[in-house]
Every structure is written in structure tokens, then in C-alpha cells.
């Protein structure tokens, strides 16, 4: 279903069009900016009521006129920048983009979405539980509310359920068979890095245990969860994009209903951040597989050109290296990112407050270079763009938390030293 009305700004007093392709959420917090003065207009539609804030309602004459500014929206697909054209809905432009099966799986993952959005709390409560070790409330809710059995009072028996929580809570973000494929890499690597050297493989794992390193990771990665969970408006559109193939040959700019890029930006510095410190235990199995020695760097791969050595003595100088010369740092790496999912100019411009938004457009402009103050050569992405770079980059964490977790199953389960229950 479809709804036109026409809103005139409340700063300019222009009027705009607009067509609205209705989502099955009862509460729809729509948001888009007067294409002439630039004032943000937030439109929230109920079953009953809408409260309009930045414009009023005025009577609506159809069909649109070609000359008055209009704009297309709908929470759950990328929405065009284009004239109004009769007929061409965003619910029919988003059908076209993609096949049959594609649109009936984007809608299963909005219907998961829609009704587990009840649940966010007692999830985020849950997590909390974790985290704090809180193992009886964890246990009882975890059953109450999702059905989760945490089976035996044992480490990895949490553990276990913690993962089953996260598989259903976060359905709608993955991947079809990204999981699997993962832990299985995982198994596979650390069994190599047990056959180069058991004994040094667990001094590994006991390091970043005993530190507690990997239980603050772990508790960084159980931080996301809910920050995704209620961002997932804006990331709807982001999630179309997986079916749509035209877009990734060619990202034209589309509309994100829902939201702005300001309320976002942190959102993606947070997770490149714990990508970045994840990136620790990539290096170290690499060095495990590889020399045998989770300290050993390959010899030389800092050396610049001018003859200084930057390659770091050990793990833990590693870890406080900047995340874009990090990735340099490990030869020939078992574990590859995938695209675009830690830009490091993208993560150090929003770190250093270098990025403008315009919101009529949704264009983003940001700029890579540190110094001075002359804002020189921007680089720019749409807000969808973006979206979709937070839900890489959110996919790439969910898979190196697969890391963490198979860490502490070593501990649990193929360890035998008495520190094992301190561990948990
Ligand atoms: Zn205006």
C-alpha cells in the first residue's frame, strides 16, 4: 500500500511531495530534507496517528505535478532520487531490482526483524548477564524468553548458549552459510597451528586469556549486537543490497528512509575498532602457523625503504599499532577481510571529526587526510553506502567473534591446567 500527501516546510515554505510505500512495522519513523532549504523533516506514521516535525500537512493535488519537489520513501528497500513517475512505487522499483525469491527472503529477514523487536531488551539484558557472569538470571531467561537451554553449569556450556542466542537473535544481518564456513576456517587454521607447535599455541591461549584480553574483546563484540539491533530501520535498505547485483556493478545513489548518517558514524568507528584489536589473534595464529611463535613477525616486513625496521618485536606491540599498518604486518595471511569492510580513511576521518553530511542528498564527505587546516580532497559515499559498509564491517566482526569463541573452547575443552576455571 501506497500513501501520497504533500508536506510544506515549515523554515521555507516550500511544498513537497511525497509517496510513502508502507512497511508492516506499526511504528514508521520516516525522515528526508526540503530540497530547497535543506531542513530535515521527520515524518512518523502509526496505524492511527502521525506526528509531523520541520513541516505540516497540505492538501495533496493528484496526480503529482512534474514541478513541485518530491520524494519517494519506504523503510524497507533503497528508494530512488528520481522525478515521480505513476505507478513506479519503491515496493515495484525494489522488484524490479531484484528476483522473486530474493524480495521473499529480504522479507523473511524484515519479518524476523519485526517480530523479535520486542525482544531487544531482554536480549541486551541478557548479554549483560553474560558478560558479568551472571550464570542463574542468564540461565532462566535465556529458556524463558528464546527457548535456550543452557545445559550444564561448565564454561562452555554458556558459551554454547551465548552463540545459540546471538544465531537467532542476529538471523536477519548473516550471510546464508557464513557461519559455518567460518568456524570451520577457524578449525582448521588452529589445527595447523597446533601441529606447528602445541605447547606454543596454548602459551598463546593462555596469554590472551590470562590477560583478560579476550574477555574484554569478547565483551567489546557482545557490545554491537544490541548498537545493530537498533540501527536495523536504517540498515534495511543495507540488507536489499545483498540480492541486488546491479548495485554492487555499479552503486548509484538511493534514498535511506529512516535516520541520518550523524546518528551512525560512531556506530562504524566502534566495530573497525574492535576489527582492529581482533586482528591481534589473526596475527597470532598467523605467527603460530608460520614460525611456530605467536611473537614471531616475519623478519624484516616493517622495513621501509629508507631502512628503519618497524616490524613489531612481539604480539602485544602489534596490538597498539595503527589497524591500517597492521594488515602489513602479517605475510601472507590465513584469514582475508572482505571488501570494504575496515576502510581505515573512512574510520580515522569520523575519529577525527572530518566528515560533513549533506541531508538533502545523502552524501557524505569526508576527509582522509589528518593535518592542516584546509579540508583538501574529499572523498564521498552515499548514507546507503555507508549503511552497507556498517553491516560489512558488523559481518566481519560476527566472524572473528567465531575466533574468540573457538579460543575458548581450546581452553575449555583440550587444556587440562588448573587456571581453567579462572578463565571463565
Ligand atoms: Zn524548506
Known sequence: MNINLTLECDSCGEPTNCRIGMSNRPEQPLRFACKDCGQVI???LR????????????????????NTNFVDLHLDFPVSFEKYVMGQTPFMMAAQRIGVDEMMLHGARLRHLDEFHDNKRTFNTLLKHYTRQKKTPFKLVAKRAFDVDVISDAPQDFNAALYNLLAIMMWPFALPGDNANTVDLFMNELGKARQASKPELEAFIAETIDTRFLAKLQSDCLDVYPRMLASELALRPALFLDFDDAYSNNPIPMRVSADDFQSFKDLYKDIAEVISRQFVLVAGVNNLIKRG??????????????????????????AKVDFGKKLTFIDDSWYQLEDDSADNQLRNAIAHFKTEYDDVTQIISYYPQKDGLEAKAPKTISFLEFMRRILTAYREMHRLHHLIKALFYYRYLLMDDASKQEAT
Open 47 to 66: 496505524m492511527h496517528s502521525a506526528d509531523i516535525d520541520g513541516a505540516h500537512q497540505i492538501e495533496t493535488q493528484t496526480p503529482f505535478d512534474e
Open 42 to 44: 521527520d515524518l512518523t
Open 293 to 318: 611463535n605467536h611473537n614471531t613477525f616475519f623478519p624484516g616486513i616493517g622495513l621501509t625503504k629508507s631502512g628503519k625496521d618497524f616490524t613489531p618485536d612481539s604480539l602485544d606491540q602489534f
